[in-house]
């Protein structure tokens, strides 16, 4: 069975990591997956003035999954406009609500805290919170000038994503870590911890541990093999996930997967990095985060096999020390190594 994927490069590196997965794709179960590409970007903007066109996300509705390279620009477009232009409205669109990121260490990879081994699963709300873009700003330019960002929680927003994490957390070690601010934000954070005290009812085995959003990312760095699964809302999600990428040797290796658990639509995967406008033309980028990104999709997918398969041979270039420094490595000799590892 082929698998219809609607491909978006997006900005700068965004294009070479996908076709690095793509090639690996092919050459792993030649014609499993069948790509369109969307060249949805910044430069896409500057010709149209929009990220997508009107029927975007009409567009991909027909699609098994879509596969994302990175979004935005600055010089180009500000990156408010590329967000909230591209990514953000397919997450809300398919209510992809459920942002999985792994945080491990690769074979080879050191990463910063020098091999402290660690095994994190971060679940980030992904439709609202802090990210809903609802707000306004008035007097601008003056003196007088307020800007208002509301986060909004719904019930049905965050009982859905901590149900989540007490699935993932049923699947792995049945621990699972809340995040919030819940002694700062007395409304929306009060309220999460609710629903998590709520909802443990319901999955007794699991051993829950509230965390405010300081004190676990220090412990992610002071002792991460004390943690498994996370569940964040979208901001705090946002940001321990860049820290989960830092310890694990930064973000070429971190691999994200953009779900709808009931698999209305389709979901999309990409890796967590952005752009990178300053290497986009050096040839360096990492592809390892989108293969395994890649990975994940096949797993979505039912494609369990195919997806391990790549996995091991990703798992084979870095214990070879290939791609595992940062900036080193081409991204075509990375792939090739890759690509070559299959064939053992
Ligand atoms: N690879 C995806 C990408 O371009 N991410 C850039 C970014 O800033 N994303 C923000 C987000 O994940 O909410």
């Not at 569940?231 to 310890?247: E, K, Y």
């Not at 658990?261 to 890796?271: A, L």
Request: proline content about 5%; charged content about 20%; hydrophobic content about 45%.
């Amino acid at each position: 069975m082929t698998h219809r994927i609607a491909l978006i490069p997006g900005d700068g590196i965004g294009t070479s990591v996908l076709d690095a997965a793509m090639k690996v794709a092919e050459k792993a179960a030649p014609g499993l997956l069948s790509g369109e590409t969307f060249p949805w970007s910044c430069d896409h903007y500057l010709k149209t003035g929009r990220m997508m066109p009107e029927d975007g996300i009409e567009t991909l509705r027909g699609f098994d999954a879509i596969f994302l390279g990175a979004v935005g620009w600055p010089a180009k477009v500000p990156d408010a406009v590329s967000l909230h232009g591209l990514l953000l409205p397919i997450r809300k669109a398919f209510v992809q609500y459920a942002n999985i990121r792994p945080h491990r260490l690769l074979p080879g990879v050191e990463g910063p805290l020098r091999k402290q081994e660690f095994d994190i699963l971060c679940i980030r709300e992904n439709t609202e919170g802090e990210y809903s873009g609802a707000g306004g700003r008035v007097h601008q330019g003056t003196a007088d000038e307020v800007a208002v960002e509301t986060a909004i929680f719904t019930r049905a927003g965050v009982e859905r994503i901590l149900r989540f994490g007490f699935e993932q957390a049923m699947a792995r070690s049945k621990r699972l870590a809340s995040v919030t601010k819940s002694n700062a934000q007395k409304y929306s954070m009060v309220f999460w911890d609710e629903v998590t005290r709520e909802l443990s009812v319901e999955f007794p085995e699991v051993e829950v541990s509230h965390y405010h959003v300081d004190a676990i990312a220090a412990r992610m760095v002071m002792a991460p093999e004390t943690l498994d699964v996370i569940v964040a809302s979208n901001l705090f999600g946002d940001i321990l996930t860049d820290l989960g990428a830092a310890i694990q040797g930064g973000l070429g290796f971190a691999a994200s997967a953009n779900i709808d658990p009931t698999r209305k639509g389709p979901s999309m995967f990409e890796p967590v990095h952005g752009s990178a406008p300053d290497i986009a033309h050096l040839g360096i980028a990492n592809p390892i985060a989108a293969i395994w990104s890649l990975v994940m999709m096949l797993q979505h997918l039912g494609e369990g096999a195919v997806a391990a398969r790549i996995m091991r041979s990703v798992e084979a270039t870095t214990a070879r020390g290939i791609g595992t420094v940062p900036g080193r490595d081409k991204t075509d000799d990375i792939t090739a190594a890759i690509l070559s590892a299959l064939e053992d």
